[in-house]
């Protein structure tokens, strides 16, 4: 079992910056697939980005490429969402979620398809 919990989220100003962690527990880590996906109030959740902690292959969603970074520290167990250029619509409850016994190395990647949840963290943007 995998055990999730975010956490940096707040308020920021426009253009401002963001970095959101998800701390990971659970004995599958080394295999898994670490996607963070969003939703704004009245809409869809959407994935955002993913990486592969066993081969390093990443997915970005095309649109947020310029301003999202996913990283990973496997020293701490801990994958990052580093936002920068904030804009109004990238407000919204982020949730940090994995998929398990995955692999994806260099090239294109595909998003996690996950099974395994954090509770979310809420980003503010005014």
């Known amino acids: 079992h995998v055990q999730l919990v975010e956490s940096g989220g707040g308020s920021v100003q426009v253009g401002g910056s963001l970095s959101l962690s998800c701390a990971v527990s659970?004995?599958?880590?080394?295999?898994?697939?670490m996607g963070w996906f969003r939703q704004a109030p009245g809409r869809e959740r959407e994935a955002v980005a993913g990486?592969?902690?066993?081969?390093?292959?990443?997915y970005v969603t095309d649109s947020l490429k310029d301003r999202f970074t996913i990283s990973h520290d496997n020293a701490k167990n801990t994958v990052y969402l580093q936002i920068n250029n904030l804009k109004p619509e990238d407000a919204g409850m982020y949730y940090c979620a994995a998929e398990g016994s995955t692999y994806c190395g260099d090239g294109l990647c595909p998003m996690c398809d996950p099974k395994y949840w954090g509770q979310g963290t809420q980003v503010t943007v005014s």
């Open positions: 659970g004995d599958e880590y080394r295999g898994l697939c």
């Open positions: 990486v592969y902690l066993s081969g390093g292959g990443t």
